[in-house]
């Protein structure tokens, strides 16, 4: 099985940007951690980062492309404003789980929204850095 982690904005400054909310582990330290769950699984894991819109687009494209078998996806930002990103999901097809470090439900009004989860297969939200180790073993699943 092949996976993509894709991350969207601000996710490269983990460790730096609000602890209070997103904690003290670095992004390449959440790297690491993701890497080796995946490898004790016998999964191969592709990571992908940008702050910029299209570039995450394309990276999602090229996944269909690639032969990923599904995609574990922070769209930081881009959740509440991104019809671009849930197009893009929605063409190639490809199983996403929607993962949130911190629990957007009980954050500000328009984090309440989330253009991607139609289209997701699951979310999880508020289980910090976990969610994505649980998302790994959602895609396993299906």
Not at 58 to 73: K, L, N, P, T
């Amino acid at each position: 099985m092949k996976l993509l982690v894709l991350n969207g904005p601000n996710l490269n400054m983990l460790g730096v940007r609000e602890p209070g909310i997103y904690g003290s582990e670095t992004y390449e330290a959440l790297l690491e951690k993701i890497g080796d769950y995946a490898c004790d699984r016998g999964v191969a894991v592709e990571f992908f980062q940008s702050n910029h819109e299209g570039a995450l687009v394309d990276r999602i494209q090229q996944a269909y492309f690639d032969r990923v078998d599904g995609i574990v996806f922070n769209p930081g930002a881009y959740t509440h404003t991104s019809i671009a990103l849930l197009d893009a999901l929605k063409a190639v097809g490809i199983p996403c789980v929607e993962v949130h470090i911190s629990d957007v439900s009980k954050r500000e009004e328009f984090r309440q929204v989330s253009y991607i989860r139609p289209v997701c297969v699951a979310s999880i939200i508020g289980h910090g850095t976990n969610g994505y180790l649980e998302a790994i073993d959602i895609l396993l699943e299906q």
